[in-house]
């Protein structure tokens, strides 16, 4: 499959190939996007030419005087440009002027990146017929202007580079992280293009990983669980309110996703702010079951769904058997750290139930084998779950029961699993998957079967880790569910109770077993997420899942 390219090559694209052909395609072909303080810091100093303005007539019209934010194209060279500025020189013609935040290279004269940028530039005001004997570039940061003079040797290489970032463009795969490179730690998508963790996997370097991936993100997942509240938004700010009673109001900057639980309602205006800010609205029951989610137009890397659907409609297994077999290995350190030597037997049985998934052949077997491991897993659960019997209904046998949980264990089990799924969603759309086409769980209407793929080894880490911790410490009691015709759910009080355990673990710091480096649960669940795009588009050779020691 040949990827289908648009006719012009942006000036700007340009710059980033010679920067960093990686960089280039995940911006230009995947659509891929992020910011940071340094692109922050560029569209400030941007904000003056960015707003227009000036006559920019061609030269037999006109006189250019002073002409920002103008646009030009060429078929003939391939190039499409938004010059910064372009100001008329008499005499000289015109002269183009690009905004840089940064300072010159060490020696005075601009960098190749910037150099070849402005050169493209020049080609295609003369393109128009303008007479452009020079460029320049203006570095805020010192603020200076350095000239680029268009020499043939220039000319000869940016005109090579349009044709060599087409062809690398038209691949199905990105081109290979830098190694070690010092232009990786600002990078505004190094969490997204994960250098030294991708090179790391691929075998490519055998030390560590720097610590490149971005920090976890100021925004919190916002819950909203009280019945009949209405999300709206006033100047920048989620406001939540109850018959125009005022509960609480959040800033927008802080929101990481919206949690709706019942009869919650978000006003148009609410949504479409939410659209513009990527941040996505996900259902959810009184009971805490999933029930879809809200958000805007679908990521742009459309390559990643193309293999994504092609390797579920294939029925390969070589991801989804090391899936199963790093959920095995989490359940069976989850049942070692916290059952002893009640649960020896079992662990020794899931240590040899995970190597069996690794090898199992078709998707029948990998099915029963999981099915065999989450049974002796439940089995062994009780004896983790020391003060259940404190909590309403019949004591946790083992046994999973669901829609409706017939015990409390069962009833925080399936809240906790959840807000997992939600979680794994969210990072299902922010890497670019369809979460409804999975790998291992078959397409079912409605069902997250890829989130529910990715899910399965964050089970034991997250969600039953939760369970114990909020029953074992006392932190919900018996007035935190309520028992109706055998069912058991929890009281409000009870889900906000669990909510703060979950995003306490959420937020908790675990040092990465494959990276070596501290992140949150939440970051690592992202992580995994990215890793298994990696794989998919070829970019490593096999999956590997997040397995605690």
Not at 198 to 210: C, E, G, I, K, S
Not at 221 to 241: D, F, K
Not at 290 to 310: D, E, H, S, Y
Not at 398 to 410: E, H, I, Q, S
């Amino acid at each position: 499959m040949t990827a289908v390219l648009p006719d012009l090559v942006p000036a700007r694209m340009l710059n980033e190939y010679v920067y960093c052909p990686r960089l280039f395609f995940l911006e230009w072909v995947d659509s891929l996007w992020a910011s940071n303080a340094d692109v922050a810091e560029g569209l400030r100093r941007h904000r003056r030419v960015d707003s227009g303005g000036g006559a920019a007539p061609l030269p037999d019209e006109g006189e250019l005087r002073t002409a920002r934010s103008l646009e030009l194209a060429s078929e003939r060279l391939g190039i499409v440009a938004k010059l910064d500025l372009v100001e008329g020189v008499e005499g000289s013609g015109v002269v183009p002027v690009d905004t840089k935040k940064g300072r010159p290279a060490p020696d005075g004269t601009p960098w190749e990146a910037d150099a070849v940028q402005v050169c493209a530039q020049v080609l295609l005001l003369r393109e128009h017929g303008y007479t452009c004997e020079r460029g320049e570039i203006f570095y805020a940061e010192t603020r200076q202007r350095v000239t680029v003079e268009p020499t043939e040797g220039l000319v000869a290489r940016t005109l090579a580079l349009v044709d060599q970032a087409r062809a690398a463009a038209t691949q199905l795969r990105p081109p290979p992280p830098l190694e070690s490179s010092p232009k990786c730690p600002r990078c505004s998508l190094v969490s997204i293009c994960l250098p030294d963790e991708t090179n790391l996997l691929a075998r490519r370097q055998d030390r560590q990983p720097r610590r490149l991936i971005a920090s976890d993100p100021d925004a919190q997942p916002l819950y909203v669980t009280e019945p009949g509240a209405m999300i709206g938004l006033e100047g920048g700010r989620l406001v939540i309110s109850k018959r125009r009673e005022l509960l609480t109001s959040v800033r927008l900057i802080d929101v990481l996703h919206v949690n709706a639980y019942g009869n919650v309602q978000v006003t148009a205006q609410a949504l479409r702010t939410l659209f513009e800010q990527d941040i996505d609205v996900f259902h959810f029951s009184s009971g805490g079951w999933l029930l879809g989610m809200t958000t805007g137009l679908p990521a742009k890397n459309v390559m990643l769904r193309i293999r994504q659907t092609t390797a579920a409609a294939r029925g390969q297994l070589d991801c989804p058997r090391r899936m199963i077999a790093g959920k095995i290995r989490n359940c069976r350190v989850l049942l070692r750290r916290n059952g002893g030597e009640a649960v020896a037997r079992t662990v020794a049985q899931l240590g040899e139930l995970a190597t069996g998934a690794e090898n199992a052949q078709s998707s029948a077997e990998l099915l029963g084998t999981e099915g065999v491991a989450a049974r002796l897993y439940f089995q062994a659960l009780p004896t983790l779950v020391v003060k259940s019997a404190d909590l309403p209904g019949p004591p946790f046998s083992g046994l999973r029961n669901r829609r409706p949980p017939t015990d409390a264990v069962n009833c925080l089990l399936s809240f906790c699993y959840g807000l997992l799924t939600k979680e794994v969603m969210a990072a299902c759309l922010t890497v670019g998957f369809d979460p409804y086409i999975g790998l291992f769980h078959r397409p079912r209407f409605g069902r997250p079967a890829l989130a529910l793929d990715l899910a399965e080894e964050f089970r034991p880490l997250l969600a039953d880790s939760v369970v114990l911790t909020v029953v074992n410490n006392r932190e919900v009691a018996a007035s935190d569910f309520v028992v109706r015709a055998g069912a058991v759910a929890l009281t409000a009080q009870g889900r906000k109770t669990v909510i703060r355990a979950w995003e306490r673990r959420m937020s908790t710091q675990m040092r990465h077993p494959l990276f070596g480096y501290s992140v949150s649960y939440r970051r690592a669940v992202e992580l995994q997420a990215r890793i298994l795009a990696a794989c998919l588009i070829g970019e490593l050779s096999q999956y590997e899942p997040l397995v605690t020691r």
